[in-house]
């Protein structure tokens, strides 16, 4: 059964690196962790896509057409949301599937304070422009100061660029309120197939606690606590992650 894992901002494939590590060294057969890289997030970003939630939401849908069977979808960040958005349409192409990004749909939610600038005219071009164009080490000296693990940020900074900017800024436009809340109206179609909610403690964007634990009662969603850990949980604790992720798998089988 593949496992596919969907990141989000501002990373490239490379966050998952330590998990899948650990998934091979449980048993998992290399071949079936796979990962796709959303356009602009350290794959290319092609002429006439406008990066909006709606259309990362139907390049998903197309790429999970691909396989020849329903996959266990694993999604992070924005990647936890356009697993959502693709189950919520069609849930027939997974087996399963994992966020920890529910809470955004939450009538409630509230965007971060960095988000909250790159939904804003100017502000936002000015924020990616400086952060994207920097230096290398200054780029991983960001992601680090914003946690995630040193190891890992060395490689996701060598991603980062000017299409990832415009990326960023075209994906948090298109999803000023209410967008998510509206999307997430549908959120109970999610639980037409098995969810688990992966929910680290200290993640302070992507919404509160009784907001993410709202989402999963309402996607039919399993809850998994990862205590003490932050938004960059895979990079600081992956078999922690890697044991949820099978367990939760397992599970399914025996079912």
Avoid: C, K
């Amino acid at each position: 059964m593949p496992a596919v894992f969907v990141h989000g901002n501002p990373e490239t494939a490379a966050v998952w690196d330590l998990l899948i590590a650990e998934l091979e060294a449980a048993g998992a057969a290399p071949a079936d962790l796979i990962r796709l890289s959303p356009p602009g997030f350290g794959a290319p970003l092609p002429d006439g896509f406008g990066a909006t939630v709606r259309e990362y939401r139907d390049w998903l849908i197309g790429e999970l057409t691909r396989f020849s069977e329903p996959v266990d979808l694993v999604g992070h960040d924005w990647g936890g949301g356009h697993v959502l958005n693709a189950v919520m349409s069609r849930p027939e192409l997974v087996r399963s599937w994992v966020s920890d990004t529910i809470g955004v749909y939450d009538p409630e939610y509230v965007w971060h304070e960095l988000a909250q600038r790159w939904q804003t005219p100017g502000a936002g071009e000015a924020d990616v422009a400086a952060r994207f164009g920097a230096p290398l080490e200054r780029r991983i000296a960001t992601l680090v100061e914003r946690g995630m693990g040193q190891a890992v940020a060395e490689r996701v900074a060598q991603g980062q660029n000017e299409a990832m900017g415009r990326a960023v800024i075209a994906l948090y436009t298109s999803a000023t309120r209410p967008v998510m809340t509206e999307l997430g109206r549908d959120l109970e179609n999610a639980a037409r197939r098995p969810g688990l909610l992966v929910l680290a403690t200290e993640d302070h964007v992507v919404g509160t606690v009784e907001q993410r634990r709202r989402g999963a009662r309402r996607a039919g969603a399993r809850v998994e606590v990862l205590d003490g850990l932050g938004h960059w949980w895979m990079t600081h604790d992956p078999r922690r992650g890697a044991e949820v992720l099978t367990r939760f798998w397992a599970s399914l089988d025996q079912g």
